[in-house]
């Protein structure tokens, strides 16, 4: 946990303090989840990190796969904590889920919104990204993010919804400078595991 | 990708809406308004930086000569 000079120290650095209900939510449970393996914010969250003017309904989340027993600890970490699972009360079937490839969902208890969409990586792609993560100063946050290159190489090549592809023209914008040789490099990753028939 | 779990999860809010027609503005209204707020954030910052003010010309395609 952050001491009080910590989190003084964090406002001055980011100069505006924009803590709302998203960012402490999301921080707040990153901040669990770094305890036990490493994490990464991914999709719409990057985005709207980013100045996009766009909803999203939820924030993605992928984290290191995990043995059962250190999930139940991470689980019982996060409820303790103040959030519940929508899914399931019990950790032992919440880690069930996440090892069929299906995500979990936790809220603050009480509360609908925001919600958190968590899941393990599934691949060598999903790996990589967990090892090229980032920090982002201009997004205010203290999260780590996957690379600007991912998001845009993901978007561009795999998701491609009119809503995605300007996400990626965005995040374009925003960094001219991504290395346009890493989002080829990954696009083409993208191919050969995401979209073999 | 959207899994089984984002299905059920707009079953649970359709549900709640229409069992709580005067409290879901509420929940959403923060959420939606915490989304604007951190955009906004974040132009406040970029601004701060080195041709931040031009960049946000560029990004948001603002005519020639708008102030920010």
Redesign the interface.
């Known amino acids: 946990m952050r001491n009080v000079r910590d989190i003084v120290r964090e406002k001055i650095e ?3 303090d ?1 803590r ?4 402490r939510f999301t921080e707040d449970f990153a901040e669990i989840v770094e305890k036990y393996c490493k994490y990464i914010v991914v999709s719409g969250f990057v985005a ?11 924030i993605d989340m992928i984290i290191e796969r995990l043995d059962r027993t250190r999930f139940v600890l991470l689980h019982n970490d996060l409820i303790n904590s103040g959030f519940e699972c ?2 399931t009360e019990s950790p032992e079937k919440a880690f069930d ?1 996440l090892d069929e ?5 936790y809220v603050s208890k009480g ?5 958190m ?1 968590l899941k393990f990586a599934k691949d060598e792609l999903d790996e990589y990204q967990i090892k090229k993560r980032k920090k982002y ?4 946050t203290n999260l780590y993010f996957s690379s600007i290159e991912c998001n845009i190489a993901f978007k561009e090549e795999l998701l491609k919804s009119p809503k995605d592809l300007s996400d990626a023209d ?1 995040l374009r ?2 960094y001219p400078e991504a290395d346009e040789n890493e989002i080829t490099r990954i696009k083409l990753e993208i191919k050969r595991l995401r979209m073999k028939k | 990708m959207k899994d089984r779990s984002h299905d059920e999860k707009i079953e649970r809010w359709a549900k709640y809406v229409k069992e709580h027609p005067n409290e879901w503005k509420k929940h959403m209204k923060l959420f939606l308004d915490a989304q604007v707020t951190k955009a906004n954030n974040f132009y406040k910052r970029l601004a701060e930086t080195e041709e931040g003010k031009n960049k946000i010309r560029y990004i948001l395609n603002y005519p020639k000569g708008k102030k920010i």
Request: hydrophobic share 30%.
């Open positions: 980011r100069k505006v924009d709302n209900i998203l960012d709207i990190s980013h100045g996009r003017a766009r909803g999203t309904d939820d929508i899914q889920y490839g299906i995500s979990l969902r509360e609908f919104l925001p919600e969409e100063p201009l997004t205010g965005h914008k925003v």
